[in-house]
């Protein structure tokens, strides 16, 4: 299903390494330079026509956080343009535990639960207009202790075909050791960003 969209992932790929001159691709999400600018109305309508191809494309990575995420509560109205995940659209999903433990209302100083989840699944539209499923990225919380180095976090990203990117606990962390550095400026309220603000569901 996700063959038709290998020429524009090598693009992008490509793109991302001409234009990333400060950082690596293993330091950065690899970014889209100019991202078509939609009114949350069409964001969600292009998400609601593709949502079901991206799971089916996510499905052989066997993952199962990446196939459970969209059962889980959904904290924006639309997708946003996320410019730290590359200016894809996101949204942001989280698991009972993490929606039950504080997230998104943390006050400094308080964490998540062992076995809180946090998902952002994406897509990205270009300035003419095309429309391609994204990488779908995670923070799963893990025991006190587990992996201090990461602020007992795990990263996860996966690729719109179901392949790894990297896991801080598994395969090629060193891919994914980059998400870590971004969310240590949250380090207050357990490295956790949210979302704007006009985008929160209330």
């Known amino acids: 299903m996700f063959h038709r969209y290998l020429p524009f992932l090598i693009?992008?790929?490509?793109?991302?390494a001409i234009a990333?001159?400060?950082?690596?691709?293993?330091?950065?999400?690899?970014?889209?330079?100019?991202?078509?600018?939609?009114?949350?109305?069409?964001?969600?309508?292009?998400?609601?026509?593709?949502?079901?191809?991206?799971t089916v494309?996510?499905?052989?990575?066997?993952?199962?956080?990446?196939?459970?995420?969209?059962?889980w509560r959904r904290f924006n109205i639309a997708p946003y343009l996320s410019a730290t995940?590359?200016?894809?659209?996101?949204?942001?999903f989280a698991n009972a535990k993490a929606a039950t433990g504080g997230y998104g209302d943390l006050k400094p100083g308080e964490t998540l639960p062992p076995g809180a989840a946090v998902v952002k699944d994406s897509f990205t539209v270009t300035k003419e207009g095309?429309?391609?499923p994204g990488a779908v990225f995670y923070m799963e919380?893990?025991?006190?202790?587990?992996?201090?180095?990461?602020?007992?976090?795990?990263?996860?990203?996966?690729?719109p075909d179901g392949s790894f990117i990297g896991d801080t606990t598994g395969?090629?962390?060193?891919?994914?050791?980059?998400?870590?550095?971004?969310?240590?400026?949250?380090?207050e309220v357990d490295y956790l960003f949210f979302l704007?603000?006009?985008?929160?569901?209330?």
């Not at 995940?85 to 942001?92: C, I, L, M, V």
Request: hydrophobic letters at 35%; glycine letters at 6%; charged letters at 20%.
């Open 141 to 159: 919380k893990l025991s006190p202790g587990r992996s201090p180095a990461t602020g007992d976090w795990r990263f996860v990203q996966i690729l």
């Open 11 to 16: 693009s992008v790929v490509v793109v991302g």
């Open 85 to 92: 995940h590359g200016n894809r659209y996101a949204n942001n």
């Open 57 to 71: 494309g996510y499905a052989p990575s066997k993952d199962a956080i990446a196939l459970s995420y969209p059962k």
């Open 20 to 54: 990333s001159t400060a950082m690596s691709a293993e330091e950065e999400h690899l970014r889209l330079n100019a991202p078509g600018a939609l009114p949350p109305a069409k964001a969600q309508a292009i998400y609601q026509a593709i949502q079901k191809d991206m």
């Open 130 to 132: 095309e429309v391609y």
């Open 171 to 187: 395969d090629s962390p060193e891919d994914v050791a980059f998400c870590f550095t971004c969310h240590q400026a949250m380090a």
């Open 196 to 202: 704007p603000d006009d985008y929160r569901r209330k």
